[in-house]
């Protein structure tokens, strides 16, 4: 539960730090398009950021390897749906581009092990 906690505060952290870099570093230097994906990905880390919280939070009275589970893959998610957008934006590499999908199957994956671990235990 503290390892869940303590990362959801780094990444709220963060989450604040990249929007406001984006907001006021990149504009004017990176195209309209690469700005819309450098947001998406500051919105997309701080919703999981928020996913990872109550995870933690849970985990008090849910006591199951489920929620570890879905900790981890909305970790992972985030590292690699944003992490990879965070890239993309500013360089338009396609590599990155293609990563980010399994971001999304990893956010997707720690969604269906918080929903099964509430309802099966609450």
Do not use: R
Not at 2 to 30: D, M, P, T
Not at 63 to 69: E, F, I, N, R, V
Not at 78 to 96: D, Q, V
């Amino acid at each position: 539960m503290k390892i869940f906690l303590v990362l959801a505060v780094l990444n709220g952290f963060l989450s604040v730090a990249l929007g406001a870099f984006g907001a006021h570093g990149l504009e004017g230097k990176v195209s309209q398009k690469g700005l819309e994906q450098w947001g998406k990905a500051v919105d997309y880390q701080m919703f999981h950021t928020m996913a990872l919280f109550v995870t933690a939070l849970l985990m008090s009275k849910i006591q199951t390897g489920l929620m570890t589970g879905a900790g981890w893959f909305f970790l992972i998610g985030i590292l690699l749906f944003s992490g990879s957008l965070y890239i993309y934006a500013p360089t338009g590499i396609k590599t990155f581009a293609m990563i980010t999908p399994l971001g999304g199957l990893s956010f997707l994956i720690g969604w269906i092990l918080l929903g099964y671990a509430v309802i099966k235990h609450i």
